[in-house]
């Protein structure tokens, strides 16, 4: 960039004045030409004045004035600082926000943690403490005769009152992982999930108790095993005294669940189905459905009687210990299915319209086996 100072200089140089001959020619004195070439602005007491000498020192030499106060301008705003805002850096305007919401959500954080997982730690190992003693913790449950449900821990202990009167005979649960082991005072006994097993405790071969496992691990033991446990037959069977014979706990056990003997030529065969044999009589399940209308009554194990008038689409479910009952005013609208065990079984109707009576029990063979079968009844 041109220099206004240099190019006064020259020019005064060129003409072959001195800086004398200028100043008593202008009227400027000669410090401040020199300062006016040396581009000295501190040496005016103003902006005014040095433009006024500037103009008239120029206009003397004859040098293009206007040029020259432009480089003057253009060297005053090179000699300027920066100004103070547009040497700042500004933030952009989402950096703030952003900033906020960050802070925001690790605060969040920072309560839910503390919350989830200092405060409730406490609790959580006091629950945690409380399962694993209710898992070792050795519980006794007092076998009244009446349906109960619990959930059993190796180590439980079941009492059974003796037919003496005097304490009680105990079952202790060995195991409970896969299935549930009980030890009585005849030999381990193992009973598998969703099975109903008539423990004999005696070895008289009569059940004393029967116990159902609905629910237990395969893998974990320590999880317990949920089981039902209730009486043979319809009410509870005590302990069949040692100077019984096997004739009498016979006798006995059948009387109690209701299981009539009968031979394999009784007159009844031609009437009769077989559902399913088994080495004992257990409760079963006979769901009904409805594709028409019709009337049925039915009665369970010898107990009052119900009967509706039932359309298409209802349903009827009932479980029964020994024996089941049907009345129906149209056999063929029915669909009738009978639940034992893990099985269920189809019962085949009769013709439409057909008004039909059956029977649906245990029977006891001569054999000794029991047999759950379907009778027609006139």
């Not at 300062?35 to 000295?40: F, G, N, Q, R, V």
């Not at 009498?248 to 009844?268: F, G, L, M, Q």
């Not at 399913?276 to 079963?284: C, L, S, V």
Request: hydrophobic residues 35%; charged residues 25%; contains cysteine.
């Amino acid at each position: 960039m041109e220099s206004y100072g240099e190019i006064l200089r020259q020019v005064r140089e060129d003409k072959g004045l001195t800086v004398t001959e200028v100043a008593k020619a202008t009227s400027i004195s000669e410090a401040y030409i020199r300062a006016l070439e040396s581009e000295d602005v501190q040496a005016f007491p103003g902006e005014t004045y040095l433009i006024g000498f500037l103009r008239n020192y120029s206009t003397y030499l004859g040098a293009d004035t206007e040029n020259l106060i432009k480089y003057y301008n253009a060297a005053q705003r090179q000699a300027s600082p920066v100004p103070k805002e547009l040497l700042e850096k500004h933030a952009p305007k989402f950096v703030v926000p952003l900033i906020i919401t960050i802070i925001s959500i690790l605060f969040i954080l920072f309560v839910l943690f503390m919350y989830f997982y200092v405060l409730k730690i406490p609790a959580r190992r006091a629950e945690k403490a409380q399962k694993t003693l209710e898992s070792t913790k050795i519980h006794q449950y007092e076998f009244s005769g009446e349906i109960q449900n619990v959930r059993l821990y190796t180590g439980d202990q079941i009492l059974i009152p003796s037919v003496d009167g005097e304490g009680s005979v105990v079952l202790t649960v060995a195991d409970t992982k896969g299935s549930l082991a009980v030890l009585t005072p005849s030999g381990r006994q193992v009973v598998e999930l969703s099975e109903e097993r008539g423990i004999d405790i005696n070895n008289d071969n009569a059940p004393e108790i029967i116990l159902y496992v609905s629910d237990v691990d395969v893998k974990d033991g320590s999880r317990g095993a949920e089981v039902r446990m209730l009486s043979v037959g319809s009410g509870y069977t005590a302990f069949v005294d040692v100077e019984n014979s096997r004739e009498k706990a016979e006798e006995k056990k059948a009387d109690e669940i209701s299981v009539p003997v009968e031979t394999s030529d009784s007159p009844s065969d031609s009437k009769r189905t077989l559902i399913k044999e088994d080495t004992r009589a257990y409760p079963f399940t006979v769901n009904i459905s409805f594709r028409g209308s019709c009337v049925l009554r039915y009665r369970s194990d010898r107990k009052d009687s119900v009967e509706d008038y039932y359309q298409p689409g209802d349903t009827v479910s009932v479980s029964s210990q020994n024996g089941f009952r049907i009345w129906s005013s149209n056999i063929n609208v029915m669909k009738i299915q009978v639940v034992a065990g893990l099985s269920t079984y189809d019962i085949g109707v009769g013709k439409a319209g057909e008004v039909d009576v059956e029977d649906i029990k245990w029977v006891r063979d001569s054999d000794g086996m029991y047999r759950l079968v379907v009778e027609k009844l006139d």
